[in-house]
């Protein structure tokens, strides 16, 4: 299939799920990875193409409410927070954190702010039964791999936020 924002897409050499298109796209001063995930049995739809289309031209809008979905999270379990600040204690950007915090714990909302939105998956609605859009996001890649995917919606709802590694 020929599509307006993907290019070419092809499925049918596939064995398994695999991404078919990737590319990065820019959020503020950042280059973010973007793979598009596709299936051996994926019937590409040009509707869902689109969706995902929009999902990336309005990706500052999607990285907004997966923000306020880790700041909620992160409100909730502060597990993630404080095993990144203990483990990563000499960290400029934790260093950056802890003196900002002013002798407090350091808040949710300033450690959501400092994680960094490193990939984006799309994910063809016939892999998944779960939501086919994931922003994965990283505390000092550098140093972590430690992951907190945001999983929404086409549509941009938050369905969920997953620690994953």
């Not at 809008?61 to 999270?73: E, I, M, N, Q, W």
Request: aromatic content about 6%; hydrophobic content about 40%; charged content about 25%.
């Amino acid at each position: 299939m020929d599509h307006a924002y993907f290019g070419r897409v092809e499925t049918s050499a596939l064995d398994g799920p695999d991404v078919v298109w990737e590319s990065t796209s820019r959020l503020g001063g950042d280059e973010v990875e973007v793979q598009l995930w596709a299936g051996p049995s994926s019937e590409l739809d040009a509707e869902e193409l689109d969706a995902f289309a929009a999902c990336l031209t309005g990706l500052s809008a999607l990285d907004t409410a997966a923000r306020t979905a880790l700041r909620t999270c992160l409100h909730e379990d502060r597990y993630f927070i404080d095993h990144h600040v203990e483990e990563l204690e000499d960290s400029e950007t934790v260093v950056r954190l802890v003196r900002d915090a002013a002798d407090e714990a350091v808040g949710a909302d300033a450690f959501a702010a400092a994680m960094c939105l490193s990939s984006v998956g799309l994910w063809l609605s016939d892999l998944s039964d779960g939501p086919p859009v994931i922003l994965d996001y990283i505390f000092d890649p550098d140093l972590s791999d430690q992951i907190l995917a945001v999983k929404l919606t086409r549509d941009g709802t938050v369905v969920s936020v997953d620690r994953e590694s």
